[in-house]
């Protein structure tokens, strides 16, 4: 787990985001309200179960929602840029250049028809406006930058020629090509073994502090935010709940679904003596969200008012806080599992 003291400043400000696909069964309201900042040079993981809205919050910084989207509220700046208000032309610049991504499943991000040198290749021209031998000593940097050995003879292959986790440091070297502000890694390391996802988030954090750059690494997997964020921002039914440093909320989490997270898998800091539960229940409909706190109904704690109210984010300090009825000064006192601290 890391400390925020290597990081500084606010690169990224999302404020209020509302995101809603208009489907054949009506609206669905994926992203409701959603407020976050990323700092320069730190990795901010984007937690929450399948379904939360953490993918669609987060392409949308981008531009990259499905057709069917629609971004109903809010602002989202990076630097000076406005990013919502940007024409496609201008967001395609912003895509190649200050933010890149890079995909759960790298042989859907790489064109299996393609060596690996002209795939290379063609983001350094079209991006970078790289041409000739340039563009050749740029692949081979660039393959050196994610450790991938013999980076000559990888260019004259193609992609089912090299392994998953190979291929994966090929899609970073594309999305590190423009030396972007911002890496947004979805699930990047889900469809891979487990003893080569710890290589590619140490390949990622290697390349966070040598570049500089900032990450959001969004991800439903509790193990790979422990070793790679510093920040956290913990989403359900569309709604930031929780966020903190990664030690507040692995050591000191405040609310029942960051609990309901933290008890129902095995973690490397967690006490093999404790009972793993699953959290009982599913998801909310994003068809029909439930009023109130979007955890009420699976929260084992529910009481009137989060039927009936959201509630307000109490901040516990300049980088903790949580949106819990629980945390209300008239709320009765709930004991957290036996792990954890407890609501103060
Ligand atoms: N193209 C679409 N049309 C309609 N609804 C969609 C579409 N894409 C996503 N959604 C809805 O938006 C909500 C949020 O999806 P999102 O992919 O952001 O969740 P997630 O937390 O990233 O989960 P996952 O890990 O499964 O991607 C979901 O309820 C989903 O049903």
Redesign the pocket.
Same mark, same amino acid.
């Given at each position: 787990m890391k400390g925020t003291e290597d990081t500084e400043g606010t690169l990224l400000r999302v404020r209020d985001l509302g +995101?809603t696909?208009d =489907?054949y069964a009506g609206e $669905?309201q994926? $992203?409701r309200g959603v407020s976050f900042d990323l700092r320069r040079g730190e990795t901010l993981a984007v937690v #929450?179960?399948? #379904? =939360?809205? @953490? =993918? $669609?919050?987060v @392409?949308s910084l981008m531009g990259l929602l *499905?057709r069917?989207?629609r971004i109903t509220s809010g602002t989202a700046t990076l630097g000076d840029t406005d990013l919502f208000a940007l024409a496609e032309k201008e967001m395609r610049r912003i895509r190649g250049n200050r933010i890149a991504m890079v995909f759960q499943d790298p042989m859907t991000s790489l064109d299996p028809t393609m060596k690996i040198g002209e795939q290379i290749g063609e983001s350094l021209r079209t991006n970078l406006g790289l041409r000739g031998a340039a563009v050749r000593q740029r692949a081979v940097e660039l393959l050196r930058q994610v450790h991938i050995p013999h980076p000559e003879a990888r260019l004259k292959q193609y992609p089912h020629q090299l392994s998953g986790g190979m291929r994966q440091r090929v899609v970073i070297a594309i999305a590190l090509a423009a030396e972007p502000e911002v890496l947004i890694a979805?699930?990047p390391t889900t469809a891979l073994d487990v003893t080569i996802q710890a290589q590619v988030l140490d390949l990622l954090e290697d390349l966070r502090r040598s570049l500089g750059m900032s990450i959001i690494l +969004?991800t439903?997997d509790l193990g790979v935010v422990a070793r790679g964020a510093h920040r956290v921002v913990v989403?359900y039914g #569309?709604k930031i709940v929780e966020t903190g440093t990664a030690r507040d909320i692995f050591h000191d989490p405040r609310m029942p679904y960051t609990w309901g997270l933290l008890t129902s898998i095995p973690l490397p800091a967690t006490d093999s003596s404790l009972e793993l539960t699953p959290i009982s229940g599913s998801p909310p409909d *994003?068809l029909h969200p439930p009023a109130g706190c979007p955890y009420h109904p699976r929260c084992p704690h529910a009481m009137k008012v989060c039927l009936e109210e959201m509630p307000e984010h109490t901040r516990f300090g300049a980088e903790h806080g949580a949106a819990c009825w629980l945390l209300h000064p008239l709320a009765p006192r709930v004991e957290p599992p036996p792990q954890f601290g407890g609501l103060r």
């Open positions: +995101i696909f =489907s $669905v994926a $992203v #929450g179960e399948s #379904g =939360s809205g @953490k =993918s $669609v919050a @392409k *499905p069917n989207a979805d699930e +969004i439903h989403m #569309g *994003p």
